[in-house]
């Protein structure tokens, strides 16, 4: 159980285009879903706290214009990035949290490589 | 402010004997502390976690990990290496209630990670 999936899982695009990356809960609904990024040889960085049906929490120092969030459902969460720029290429990396009967655990999705030509 | 030190960038062990490696904390009151390992361009997966309890805190694929409130720490443990065992391993800490107040603040705070090789 506890299954996070995100879709794509390897984009490429073009500076000024947008981008859409899908994370799911497969067998569990989530209040709340997170979105990290994660550049080469170095820790998780979280950029927001996605909550279901209201808005997204974003941590400092991160546009939210630039990187938008919607979480429509309890098992979906998406990051769009929005006029993409090369130095956005990264690893994005979304979880979910599952809470409740003595439990409180995020589990990863396997991660999206973003690179902006 | 809650935060994790991961004291070694790098590990290096032989396969078969045993490896450690280490995790140190700071937060208000009682923590939630995690270990999670990810491997090239994958996601982290959840290896085990310390809510209440036992301090010794068995997970998957033979880890184990031991929590020690004195001294603020949650090493990672196993008692033979595998060469299959190297990976990228984070140690992660969140607030218990009543410490934290909700929204953001259910977020984890990760070490920078530290890296483990296990040489056959």
């Known amino acids: 159980g506890a299954v996070v999936s995100q879709h794509p899982s390897r984009v490429i695009c073009k500076s000024g285009t947008s981008v859409k990356i899908e994370c799911r809960s497969l067998?569990?609904?989530?209040?709340?879903m997170f979105w990290y990024r994660q550049f080469p040889k170095q820790s998780l960085m979280l950029m927001a706290t996605?909550?279901?049906?209201?808005?997204?929490?974003?941590e400092q120092g991160v546009e939210k214009d630039k990187f938008l969030i919607n979480h429509a459902s309890l098992t979906l969460s998406t990051l769009t990035v929005t006029s993409a720029h090369p130095e956005d290429s990264s690893f994005y990396i979304c979880?979910?949290?599952?809470?409740?009967?003595?439990?409180?655990?995020?589990?990863f999705g396997p991660g999206t490589r973003l690179t902006v030509l | 402010a809650q935060s994790v030190a991961q004291p070694e960038d790098q590990v290096n062990v032989a396969e078969g004997n045993p490896l450690t490696v280490k995790c140190t904390y700071s937060?208000?009151?009682?923590?939630?502390l995690f270990w999670y390992v990810q491997y090239p361009n994958r996601g982290l997966q959840f290896l085990l976690k310390?809510?209440?309890?036992?301090?010794l805190v068995k997970g998957s694929y033979g880890f184990e990990a031991e929590f020690n409130k004195s001294q603020t720490s949650f090493h990672l443990k196993k008692p033979s290496a595998l060469v299959s065992d190297s990976a990228l391993y984070f140690c992660?800490?969140?607030?218990?209630?009543?410490?934290?107040?909700?929204?953001?603040?259910?977020?984890?705070?990760f070490g920078k990670g530290t890296l483990l090789t296990v040489n056959p």
């Open positions: 067998d569990f609904q989530a209040t709340t």
């Open positions: 996605s909550n279901e049906g209201s808005k997204a929490t974003y």
């Open positions: 992660a800490v969140r607030a218990q209630w009543p410490f934290y107040s909700g929204g953001s603040n259910y977020k984890l705070t």
């Open positions: 979880s979910a949290r599952v809470s409740g009967s003595g439990t409180d655990t995020q589990y």
């Open positions: 937060v208000s009151g009682n923590p939630y």
């Open positions: 310390y809510i209440t309890g036992d301090n």
